[in-house]
């Protein structure tokens, strides 16, 4: 079955400690990307990425990074998270571009305290 | 920069019919996206437009205006299941990337 798979589903964690959202699609996509979704604001573009070793920020890339080694995995990490990370987070792929259209993912809910 | 509008919330009778309305305001013009969100759960593609027009497909049906930046779904015969967050969406950036508006969510009523 065509996937986009996210690990862990639901998170909790605590102010300053290291965590890494997974997310790995068997659909062969060049492009992934991550948004994160808040009430009133929407999915917001996070990072992206065109190909392997291929990434660039989107709207609100400051506190994450990504890396992007394989074509199947493009993990999220959030080095030192903060409360104001706190949110539902989906991962996207597309065949070559945004314009494509989005296979998401389950999402992955964390919660900072 | 992007900017997309769509109403904040709306509410129909279950049978009816419901539009949903998009206006929205971006540089280099590279299609417009609607996907359908249920509380909790991810967004799934229902259509894409590029060129002037309705589409239709099934009981719902996308429309867009390039001239006027402006779109429209349109749901018939609703269902109870189609209660959920409407979302509009634009390409922009040569396609790279995908700026989303701030959902309309829909409730469906007995």
């Known amino acids: 079955e065509a996937q986009v798979t996210q690990n862990p589903r639901y998170l909790i964690t605590v102010t300053g400690k290291k965590l890494t959202v997974t997310c790995s699609q068997n659909m062969n996509h060049e492009y992934m990307s991550w948004y994160r979704q808040d009430p009133g604001l929407g999915l917001r573009q996070i990072y992206y990425s065109m190909n392997v070793e291929v990434t660039d920020k989107g709207d609100v890339p400051e506190g994450y990074k990504v890396s992007r080694k394989e074509k199947r995995n493009f993990p999220l990490i959030l080095e030192s998270p903060s409360p104001n990370q706190t949110s539902l987070y989906f991962c996207?792929?597309?065949?070559?571009?945004?314009?494509?259209?989005?296979?998401f993912g389950s999402g992955t809910r964390l919660t900072v305290v | 920069g992007q900017n997309i509008d769509q109403p904040t919330e709306m509410t129909a009778t279950e049978g009816a019919i419901v539009q949903i309305n998009c206006t929205y305001q971006t540089s280099g013009f590279n299609g417009l996206f609607w996907y359908q969100q249920h509380a909790g759960e991810a967004p799934t593609f229902l259509s894409y437009n590029v060129l002037d027009g309705l589409e239709e497909k099934g009981r719902f049906s996308s429309f867009l205006s390039r001239s006027k930046g402006y779109s429209y779904l349109l749901l018939k015969e609703l269902q109870m299941k189609d209660s959920a967050s409407y979302l509009c969406?634009?390409?922009?950036?040569?396609?790279?990337?995908?700026?989303f508006g701030g959902g309309t969510r829909l409730m469906v009523k007995p």
């Open positions: 996207a792929s597309s065949v070559t571009q945004a314009n494509y259209g989005y296979t």
């Open positions: 969406a634009v390409p922009y950036n040569a396609g790279n990337m995908l700026t």
